[in-house]
């Protein structure tokens, strides 16, 4: 019997030996995939990885997000149903072409189309963005196919993008969680949001470390030799500062600051820090690293016609191009010129923010503004050609018809409720060839600057004037409040601030924000701008004017066309209603 | 997970020692089990309880089973339903079977031909001995990860010692079709298409002249009116027939089988070449001995298919092209220009083929001129096992091994010829000219193309150990090992399976019987931590019947059961590891101030380690029961199964900071539960006898769990049947502006009067997409088949038919959908206009798509409830003793028709294929001979 259980053990063990030797056989072979050491042991593929955060900048101009859609301030009337003028921000979040949440929730769970096609809003973007930050810098010491240079880079651009893209969520949203791990898909996430004073130091501090990492130009050191002379947009010492100096302001501003700490008022500590960080950057402009482009050139930075991409040395940061911008031409050209029609029209009320050539604003008794004529260039700051579209501009070059001159009075073709309601049209990154018939559009690039070295000196010019008066300066700086603004000023062959403006910090705050409105038009600037001051709410940024008049000017009439609908809970986009849901630790922003 | 697959083994290991201890003392002898209840076979369910079934790597006495699992015998009901396939076998015969190979809902069933998973399609019904469905968790856990939808198991014939068997059949028939699309005549279709143009404000395009002329149809080259669907192209039936033989015999070492079929069906299509379908079987087996105590098999099997087919679509293009869309044929007479004439290539002696630029693919021209598609396919499937008889170290104990190899091939033989069309023209004159359009071409080369192969291998290793004890005690214990492999053409890696089973069975004087599986199977799509899988089962009965108070009166059998169990499914995890971060590299991400470029990497899966097995749980009881003099069997069982741990994409379960790219997670659970009912009633007389039976399922599913978010409570999923029609309420068409204006904005572009109206359900003066619904059950909730067998002296009729209710279809079809350029159905006759307004079934027409009316919504929906009369049979067996010279054992002849009748609210509807081939009735006569 003995032998029998012998031989019934031996038989069990050899079946069981057998299943377990083919766990081994079951293994997939792996060589198709790429393991974490292939992707992070060496420079160029390390950078692979870490170029794919660019592409997760989030550019406004990218496919079909219309002017509509980012300038949501007091600057621009859409012909459709945009939400934020409803104050219906679920529905701007969730509209389909939406550039703050994310644009086709269909695709989106596709993951070939998450990473072959950028094309989300920011949310989600930065969350992708700033998991792959941390990815980077936790699998850093897997890196050793690497100078020290190029660990920096590495590094440098890992810090820098964490924090922009952070901070790039919150200026629409308040104090996001601030995420600095790599999470696991079974880890605890649930982290709670911090200060808004709190949150803002975490990103400074990111963006600090990667200010030391960085080096100030790709093209003198040795990683860059290879693709010298083509290393523009990529994340450099200036990048990381221009963001700190805009995080700053904004932490700065009233509305961070009331909320942080309940004071509606600026912060005079963050106005000095900065005025410090931009006086860096002007440091470095002085140094020939940037320069404010010349006025006879000044539309390079917006577009080009000969397929090159638009750049500039005044240009400090941007969104990597996608190529032909043959597409966004709907949010300016005009049925008859154009492919569609989805226009956004400049209101009269922020026209109307573009001084005299005198230097005096329109509402001064003193300006030699006359309401009858208003549509005149000659006498006008010369930003207002450039920017602004009126009656009679020609919008096609190669027509001798009326076709070719545009008809915004009323009853004109182009006053149309599926053209311009009111009165006016853009030029700012737009010229006469870009239409149907002169086909400019074959080889036309636009793009929309993240910052750029004017903003830096209005930035420098806002916040010393809050700390140290008009003309203050930043201790050491030896630049005043006044002398930065007149610098974007004096390149648009604008005279400096007139005199009377001098005297006195608020009323030079309203010059230095007229000067925001003029110089950065149009370049998503404006809402941001009103909520930062806390003012959004104030009747005078809530109506949206247009100007009726006939085709012989005879009459000019100022009308309200729209009224925004914004009180206090406007000032913060609603966080994803599945994303609060998760856990209580993640508060809805007020009031949705 | 690991300590668990330990304790397992030694668990086994144990059990082993037991039995091996057990086999002490103790004399054996086997027993005849339950051989006193015993019926003749029957047609609908078999309850002839002392038949041996088949399960997974064994068999069992059917009373001794404690799972649901149900039996078909083709033997027995060939003799009177001579289905042609496999799916029509079973279909209404099994309760707890909805349709095809879908139990209970959960879905496809793994199919088992012999041992191995493989296609249905491969075998042929004169082929098998035995088909056994397995419903429950307990009855299919052997098969492995596999088996979650349950299995249906196929065993095929074999010979027998002694028994030398030939047998020959042949069936040949027609199939009638049942219904074709009656699609508007060119001036019907002229007129309202002017119709909808001008809903759509613009201006008619056909004029009144030309809408005359056409509906005069004197010129029917200038003012074509196509019909696809008459006699013109299509014959009145379709021809199949069916050849059978069988070969069988051996003696006691040897036995052999062998199985050659030929199947053909014609063509529809009046025209051009000859299209046909042949199918080829051939499955062969020999059991032999090797020594006394190893026997082994060998089996081979090649399946072939030939499908021939022109190199043109029909179906597809009668129900798209409008009939005026261009002249279908030009007669050659009335062409003046005669080196035109002599470029182009006759058609039917004397014509030219119509067409435009557009319409290039004229039938007349593919199926005269068009070239071919012949579609080859080769199945061989090849096993080899050996049963090794080891009694000399217990008696009892045996060890069968298997392997198994399987090949699939199929390709396309083509040779794809394009030829010229012609485009009439008219001047002032009413002279016509010709434009030829393209060239003819006529390759003389065949083309292979979609080649396709796969290849399995399996292994099957099996210990299995059956005594009785004492009479009373008997136990039968197996324990697995399996596994197999599969390669395809366009599959990157090998699919790999393998798990261990045991099943371990012991009945306690034939009254208690206790049967308990389990698996443990691994899967290299998991974590290797989580990668071992433990499923275990039990199944309890007891034959009350047996028990010495039970009184038999009325009753005469009765069990009762109880099973239940959980199982393991990796199926649902399509890809690789998916539970650790991906990274693939993409095209060089190009640098934005220059052609220069890096090769990126993203992430494109964000790992889950803690991924694991979905899970199967259920339970199940149920009855088996002989009532009335055994006239009577009447089984019931009632099911409840959860799918839980379901993998799923974890869209709203996670915050964003994953990036985005969110893991997949064990969440999402269905639940599925119903009854089954099966009930035979047969009488005997002296001359005649009849049997009636039916089966039946009533059961619904349901969402339990599943990661969603919706911004309105009606939205969500959960709570609703797992099948389910989505969509707005429509609630009629708008009669008018002022309807329109006082109704909330239907977002989905310009309404106007006669365009359907929806409800606003969540009352926000919009309707769009918030404002959909669950209609309707998509699924059927009962279903099920009736079958009446009459015996009287040589005659039999059968009948046999199937019924389901519960479910409803979207009628979303082109057919239905009729917008722009789709060509005009009758169903739009009774569309709405300001006359018809109060009577109209149809939205207003329109010349452009509509978006608004063509959307998923309860308009479109219509009750799928249907009644079908099968199959009918009437069989004619000559006596015995007229052949008895000829070597005849018997002989049957039988005329028999299938999809007799239908009875439906929307038999229209069900019946009408658009698109494709017709259904078809089919009729046919039949010889059956044994040697």
Known sequence: MKKYLKSIWLLFTIIILTITSCTEYLDKTIEADITEKDVFSSFNTFQGYVETLYDDVVEWVHLRHRFGEFNWGDDIIPTRKAGFIEGDYFYVMGSGMSPYYNTDAQRDNQPWYRNLVRRHGIWQNSWYGIRAANISLKNLPMLVDATDEQRRLIEGQAYFFRGYFHWEMMKAWGAVPYVDTVFNADDDMRIAQLGLHETVEKVVSDLERAEELLPLDWDNIDTGELTKGFNAGRATRGMALAVKAECLMYAASPLFNGVATGNYNYNSQYCERAAEAAWQIIQLADQGVYQLEPWETYSQMFFTKDNSIPRSKEIIFKAPNRGNTRYFSSSFTFGHVGTDNWYSAPSHNYVKRFEMANGLPVEDPESGYNPNDPFNKENRDPRFAYNILVDGDRIIKSLADDRAFVQFYVGGRERTSSSSRTGYGYRKYWDETINRFDRGWNNYFFEIPKLRLAEIYLIYAECANEAYGPNGSYPGANFTAVEAVNMVRNRALMPGVHQKFLQDKEVFRERIRNERAVELAYESKRWYDLRRWHVAHQPEYRKLTGLNFDKEHTYFEEVVVETILFSEKHYWLPFPVSQVNLYPEWKQNPGW | ?931
Request: glycine fraction near 8%; charge should be neutral; include cysteine.
């Open chain 2, 1 to 931: 997970m690991k300590h668990m697959y330990k304790k397992y083994l030694l668990s086994l290991s144990l059990l082993c020692l037991i039995i091996s201890k057990t086999l002490l003392g103790i004399n054996t002898g086997t027993k005849e089990i339950n051989g006193d209840i015993t019926t003749k076979d029957s047609i609908t369910l078999n309850y002839n309880l002392d038949s041996i079934v088949h399960i997974p790597y064994g068999v069992v006495s059917k009373i001794n089973a404690a799972n649901d699992i149900s039996v078909i015998y083709p033997n027995n009901t060939l003799l009177f339903d001579n289905v042609s396939n496999g799916y029509e076998l079973i279909n209404g015969k099994v309760p707890g079977l909805i349709g095809n190979t879908n139990i209970r809902g959960l879905g496809g069933a793994l199919v088992v031909i012999d041992g191995i998973p493989r296609e249905l399609s491969s075998v042929n019904i004169q082929e098998i001995e035995q088909i056994t469905i397995l419903k429950d968790v307990n009855s299919s856990l052997l098969y492995g990860t596999r088996a979650d939808k349950g299995v249906i198991l196929i065993k095929t014939k074999r010979g027998k010692p002694n028994e030398k068997r030939i047998s020959g059949f042949f069936e040949a028939g027609i199939n009638d079709p049942i219904s074709y699309p009656t699609y508007l005549g060119s001036a019907d279709y002229m007129e309202l298409f002017n119709e909808a143009r001008v809903n759509n404000g613009l201006n008619p395009l056909y004029s009144e002249d030309v809408i005359g002329s056409t509906r005069a149809g004197t010129d029917r080259v200038r003012f074509p009116d196509m019909n696809y669907y008459g006699s013109e192209f299509l014959k009145e039936f379709k021809p199949t027939s069916r050849f059978i033989s069988e070969f069988s015999g051996g003696n006691r070492d040897a036995q052999y089988y062998l199985n050659l079929g030929w199947y053909h069906t014609g063509t529809l299509m009046n025209k051009g070449r000859d299209e046909s379908y042949n199918k080829i079987n051939l499955r062969s087996n020999i059991d032999f001995k090797i020594i006394d105590k190893i026997r082994a098999y060998v089996d081979v099997v090649g399946v072939f298919d030939f499908d021939n087919r022109v190199n043109g679509n029909f179906f597809s293009d009668a129900s798209t092209i409008r009939p005026n869309a261009y002249a279908p044929l030009i007669d050659s007479s009335l062409v003046a220009d005669k080196a035109l004439l002599s470029s182009g290539t006759f058609v039917e002696g004397k014509y030219l083929v119509g067409g435009t630029s557009i319409y290039r693919n004229n039938p007349y021209g593919y199926l005269n001129l068009g070239g071919y598609n012949n579609n080859y396919g080769i199945v061989v499937q090849f096993n080899n096992g050996y049963k090794i008889d080891m009694s000399s170290i217990t008696e009892g104990l045996s060890l069968n091994l298997n392997v198994s190899f399987d090949f699939y091939n199929r390709f396309t033989a083509s040779q794809t010829n394009t030829y010229a069309v012609f485009q009439p023209s008219w001047n002032d004159d009413n002279q016509m000219s010709l434009t030829k359009i393209g060239e003819d071409f006529f390759s003389g080369s065949q083309e292979i193309r979609n080649s396709y192969l796969n290849r399995k291998f399996s292994f099957s290793g099996l210990l299995d150990y059956q005594k009785v004890f004492r009479n009373d005690h008997a136990l039968s214990l197996s324990l697995l090992a399996y596994y197999d492999t599969f390669n395809e053409t366009s599959g990157f890696y090998t699919s790999k399976h393998a798990h261990l089973g045991n099943r371990f069975n012991y009945v306690y004087k034939n009254k208690y019987i206790v049967d308990f599986s389990s698996a443990i199977s691994y899967s290299n799509k998991l974590a290797p931590e989580n990668r071992l899988g433990f499923s275990p089962s039990v199944g309890l009965a007891w034959v009350i019947s047996e028990e010495d108070f039970f009184n038999k009166t009325f009753i005469n059998f009765l069990k009762l059961r109880l099973s239940g169990g959980i199982m393991n499914t990796d199926v649902t995890i399509t890809d690789y590891y998916r539970y650790e971060d991906i990274f693939e590299q993409q095209w060089g991400y190009s640098w934005y101030d220059s052609g220069r470029s890096n090769q990126s990497t993203v992430v494109s899966n964000a790992g889950n380690p803690n991924l694991f097995y979905e899970k199967r749980k259920e339970y199940n009881v149920g009855f088996e029961s002989l009532l009335f003099n055994k006239e009577v069997f009447l089984e019931f069982s009632a099911f409840h199964e959860l799918r839980s741990d379901r993998v799923t994409s974890s869209n709203n379960r996670y915050p964003n900071y994953l990036g985005g790219i969110n893991p997949l997670i064990n969440y999402a659970e269905n639940k599925f539960s119903g009854i089954e009912l099966g009930v035979t009633w047969r009488k005997n007389f002296t001359d005649f006898s009849y049997e009636l039976g039916t089966s039946m399922t009533i059961y619904q599913t349901e969402i339990t769990k599943r990661d969603e978010y919706w911004p309105e409570e009606y939205l969500y999923r959960v709570g609703n049947p797992i099948n389910a029609n989505w969509g707005l309420e429509a609630i009629g068409l708008f009669e008018d502006e002022s309807d329109i204006q006082n109704h909330a904005i239907q977002e989905f572009g310009e309404v106007q009067p006669g365009d359907i109206k929806y409800k606003d359900q969540n009352k926000d003066g919009v309707v769009n997409d918030n404002d959909i619904v669950m209609l309707e059950n998509a699924s059927s909730t009962f279903i099920g088949g009736a079958s009446l067998l009459l015996n009287y002296k040589n005659f039999s009729l059968y009948v046999h038919s199937t019924f389901r209710d519960g479910s409803y279809r979207m009628a979303n079809s082109a057919y239905y959908w009729v917008y722009g350029d789709r060509k005009y159905s009758e169903i739009v006759k009774n569309r709405w206009t300001e006359q018809t307004s109060k009577t109209a079934t149809y939205p207003r027409l329109s010349s452009e798509y509509n978006s608004n009316n063509f959307r998923n919504s309860s308009y479109w929906i219509y009750d799928n409830s249907l009644i079908s009369i099968d199959r009918i049979q009437l069989n004619y067996n000559f006596p015995k003793q007229l052949f008895s010279k000829f070597f005849i054992q018997n002989m049957q002849v039988y005329a028999r028709a299938s999809n007799v009748m239908a009875f439906a609210k929307n038999k229209d509807k069900i019946q009408l294929n658009v698109g494709s081939e017709p259904q078809y009735k089919f009729y046919a006569l039949g010889l059956k001979v044994n040697f």
